[in-house]
């Protein structure tokens, strides 16, 4: 089992930025990838980007390219969604997640295993 909390979240203006953070507990040694998804109001859960446990490989939807950037820290167990430019679309509640099944592009919902509770993000126009 691993153990995901998430924080950062928050309200902001568009074009600002925020700072997501995920931490890990429990058996962290088995995770291949994190990732970040979101879902907004009536819409399904969304990927956004993904990062490789081990060698820090990035994956990002085509939305959010260019705007947002993941990390992780492998030895802190923690890992980070910084997003820049944000747009009245990105309000959603964003989901760290974890996985510790390989994929080419860990961008699948069913790739990951573990969830956090989830963070409001709420971007005004």
């Known amino acids: 089992q691993v153990q995901l909390v998430e924080s950062g979240g928050g309200l902001v203006q568009a074009g600002g930025s925020l700072r997501l953070s995920c931490a890990a507990s429990g058996r962290t040694f088995g995770i291949y990838h994190m990732g970040w998804f979101r879902q907004a109001p009536g819409k399904e859960r969304e990927f956004v980007a993904a990062?490789?446990?081990?060698?820090?490989?990035?994956y990002y939807a085509d939305s959010v390219k260019g705007r947002f950037s993941i990390s992780r820290d492998n030895v802190q167990n923690t890992g980070t969604l910084q997003m820049s430019s944000l747009k009245p679309e990105d309000t959603a509640v964003y989901y760290c997640?974890?996985?510790?099944?390989?994929?080419?592009?860990?961008?699948?919902?069913?790739?990951?295993?573990?969830w956090g509770q989830g963070t409001q993000v709420t971007v005004s126009s």
């Open positions: 997640a974890t996985g510790n099944v390989y994929s080419i592009r860990p961008d699948r919902l069913n790739l990951f295993a573990y």
């Open positions: 990062i490789r446990w081990t060698g820090g490989s990035t």
